[in-house]
C-alpha cells in the first residue's frame, strides 16, 4: 500500500495509509536532470525565465501564429509559455513570480498545450467552454483581453495553484519511489455549503501531490490516482506527468507541465474574488 508524506511549513508528517509504521526505505539513486555542467538560470527569477520561452513560429501583421502541438516541428509552439506569459500579465501576477522574498517556491510553467486542445483539462476550454485547437491562428498576447472579469478570475486561480510554497525538486525532496509528498500551494481551499455551493474562500491552502513515478522513477508525477487528495483532485485523467524538471531559479524550482492540475474545480472559484 502507497504511504505519503504531507510537508506543511517545513514540518514533515511520514505517516502510512495503513496502520502500519513507515520502515526505512530504499532510495532509487539517480541524477536530476540537468541542462549544462551549472544550472544556468540561477541569476534569473521564475518572471525572468518565463518571459524568454516565447514561440520562434512566424507571426503575421498582427502578431498572430499557428498553434503546433508538435513539439518536434521547428517553430512549433507547443512547449512554450507564450499563453503563460500573456496570463500572468493580464491578471497583474509578475510579482507573484519575480518575487525575491523566499527561494522556496516551485513554479509549475503552463506551457502553451496546457492552455490550448479539447479535453477539460485545457485551461482556455475549462475557463470559457471553447476549443482553442491545433491549427488555430491566435496572438496569445492579446488572447485574454477579451476574457469577463469571472473568467480572469478563475485564470489567477489556477496560475496560484500552480504555486508550491515549498522547493520540490526531484531529488532529496522526493526520496523514493513509493510515497506521496504533500505541499501547500497559493490557492485557498473552497468552502462549500451541504449542498456543494461554494460560499467563501478558506483560510486553508489547497493541498497538491508530488511522487515519483514507479515505472520511470526520475519522473515526478502530480495529483496521481491514490494520493491522499479529494476524489476532485486525483481521479484517474487529473493527474499530470511533469514534462521537464529542475529549472533552478534565484526565487525557486520551475518544472514544466503539458495539462494543469488542480484541488478542487475552479468553477468553484468564479464568484469568489481571487486577488
Known sequence: MKKYIKIILATC???????????????????GETYSTEDPFTDMT?????????????????????????????GASGDELDFMIAAIKKVGFESLYDQTATTKRTYLLLNNNAFTGNNDRDIIRAVTGAQLA????????????????AQLNTLKAILKYHIVTDY????????????YVLFKTLLPKVNLD???????LSTEMADISFSRDVDARSTLKVNEPGSPLPETANTL??????????????????HYVNESVRYQPYSLYTNLTIN
Open 13 to 31: 508528517l511520514v505517516a502510512v495509509l495503513s496502520s502500519c509504521t513507515l520502515g526505512v526505505q530504499d532510495q532509487f539513486d539517480f541524477k
Open 134 to 149: 491545433d491549427n488555430s491562428t491566435v496572438n496569445p498576447d492579446t488572447y485574454f483581453d477579451t476574457w469577463t472579469p
Open 237 to 254: 485523467g487529473f493527474e499530470e506527468n511533469v514534462r521537464r524538471h529542475n529549472y533552478v531559479f534565484k526565487n525557486g524550482i520551475g
Open 46 to 74: 521564475a518572471w525572468e525565465y518565463i518571459q524568454t520561452r516565447k514561440s520562434n513560429a512566424i507571426r503575421d501583421a498582427q502578431g498572430r501564429f499557428k498553434l503546433v502541438s508538435n513539439t518536434n516541428v521547428l
Open 194 to 200: 451541504n449542498t456543494g455551493v461554494p460560499v467563501s
Open 168 to 179: 520540490v525538486a526531484q531529488t532529496p525532496t522526493i526520496p523514493t519511489y513509493d510515497v
